[in-house]
């Protein structure tokens, strides 16, 4: 693994005395909390629920056993015995004090550790795939390019303030275990015909309040042009990314707004500045820092061990563990052996000071001293020889470290939520308790089989929700805690994003739920089907009818003319939170109170109250919405289209036409492509209108059959022109 040398011993320790000095200032009322918060979250350290929480890095997911036996002395001595390892390679101290920070950096400087860029609008840790190295798969192993890129960005002076964080993940194999996919930038290494190395470059990806999946950007970028190619790509972030609404600053916006060509040719045309510049990798660099992860010293050995063999025949229990937790490895004889970090009770990802001890002892003993930590929190001892793993695993065992569950429902993903993080609208932990219990029986579990179920606490999507087979996502209903579900999501070569089943479940409801999904996979099943390979074969339906076997609960009656009415949604009738804001006569749209939830405000109110808008959905995840008059004029609000999760146009009356024509402007001229909801005076005979115009919801007016609606999306079998629905008119596909 990556020593430092004497250079960067300087710059971590100069940074320790940088923070010292910091915070002392701040302590002594020197800096104020507005100044002091981007010093402090540029080096991991937030303030959560109960008080401090500081952010460590384990820079691409790499560890040495000194290491790890530093975060478990920095956790018993700090904090409260144990850590928290994230999806992003970085372990999450909760209960630190302020004052007592820069000694915690001091003694991880010692280690050749940090926090620096954990947190912030700044480059955070690179991540990667956990086998990198070992995996059979491999291009080649993408560590020393995540440590060139990780002393490139670490105080790079032009990307301290971006417009928001941003995120690299690196894999060097042909099956993406690093979610490259989901990143601001994913880099693929690839080798051209020549068999040089080079990289498939990837931007605008991410998850939180916009899902999106990245953008193929280059398809072969020379190894040497890495450092000046993703100086252009931030640099282009840094000069033209949003700063005006914190939901819409990642990189992903500003490449959906340009457009994969535009965003690349501003990309290029930067790069044309710095190409062959000083930035130019040189192949003595690489070679330096390729050297540090040469291969261990490994045995000869044979491909199958024979003692290992009678093991797996004798126990039945280490045998299933070996199904599970040991990963194949590239060199005859090892193996890769996954230790979880995920039993019912504790938080998925924690892990006690014992156990890292632990962890670090096997480490040592068994695998040449080094260990990594997965996207899927967990530890990973990635170099094992095969006629060790019978007591790894019983070692494994002793620390609570051996759940045979990896991959299985058990080792789920799970952000901190309501428990620990100021940001949640949900607990994430009772409810992963909860399924975790449920699911409790191993045999059940392993006739489930992969499975991959991720639990965010607010939108900001830390747990991964979007990319989970089943992913659930805490939102807030009138300040009690809801999970809304979503179905079909993936990491990887395949990644997607995961679609919502319908309403939101109470916490109560969640196990259940998940259950009767289950049930419907079981039975649906063909042989050596999983879930996920299920759910793309019979499609969402047959889960959707199964996880609302009895009709939504009603919701409280409101204030508005649209809240807790029903709404037609994918052409069937949903519970709807969304309230219409109206102005009362004489009423400043400034002076209109906002009542809490997701609101659709006029025009007028959206102009005067727009920051207090987009602050109530960075605070609060409110999302935004907004109601257009049939006079109102779309440009008055084109700048701000992408902002809104809901767009609803009124129609006052059915006659009044005016709202067919802005909601085909909005979709075909302004790009829109969130929910659009018709309201107002409309009713079974406009359905089918003004779903070929754009619209995707539907509030029916007063005394309107709902039910009777439904039928109306099929009135007709063929249009002549072409619509949202169907772009081409019909003179073309009978030509075709
Ligand atoms: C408890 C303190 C935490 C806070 C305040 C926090 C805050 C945030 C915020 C605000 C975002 C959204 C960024 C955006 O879309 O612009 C985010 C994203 C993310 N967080 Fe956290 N987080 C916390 C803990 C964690 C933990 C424990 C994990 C891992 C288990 C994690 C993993 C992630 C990941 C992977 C994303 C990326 C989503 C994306 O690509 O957009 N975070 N976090
Ligand atoms: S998803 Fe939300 S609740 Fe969970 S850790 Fe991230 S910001 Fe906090």
Redesign the pocket.
Known sequence: MYRYDDYDHAIVQARVAQFRGQTERYLAGKLSDDEFRPLRLQNGLYIQRHGPMLRLAVPYGLLSAAQLRRFADLARHYDRGFGHFTTRHNLQLNWVKLAEVPDILADLARDELHAIQTSGNCIRNVTTDHFAGVAADEIADPRPWAEILRQWSTFHPEFAYLPRKFKVAISGATEDRAAIQVHDLGLQVVKNDAGEIGFKVYAGGGLGRTPLLCQVIRQFLPWQHLLSYTEALVRVFNRHGRRDNAYKARIKILVKALGREEFTRQVEAEWAHLKNGPATLTAAEVDRVSAQFAAPAYETLAENDLCHLAHLREDKAFSRWVERNVQAHKVAGYAAVTLSLKKPGAAPGDASSEQMEAAADLAERYSFGEIRVSHEQNLILADVPQRELYTVWHRAKAAGLAAPTAGLIQDLIA????D???????R?LPIAAAIQERFEDLDHQHDIGDLELNI????????HHHLGAIGIL?VDKNGEEWYQITLGGRQGNEARIGDVIGRAFAAAEVPDAIERLISVYLAHRHADERFIDTFDRIGIEAFQSAAYPTPPTPINQGESQMANKQIIKERRLQDDAWKVVNLVDGEAPFDVCLPVGPLLVPVSVWKAKKSCLIAREYEH?TPLGIWLAPEDDIAEIAADIDDFTVIAVHFPKFADGRGYSTARLLRERHGYDGELRAFGDIGRDQIFFLNRVGFDAFVLGEGKNAEDALAAFDDFPESYQGDAVQPLPLFRRRAA
């Open positions: 952000c901190p939520g309501g620990f993080c100021a940001l949640a609208n949900a994430s965010s606490g607010c939108m900001n999507s830390c747990g805490g995840g």
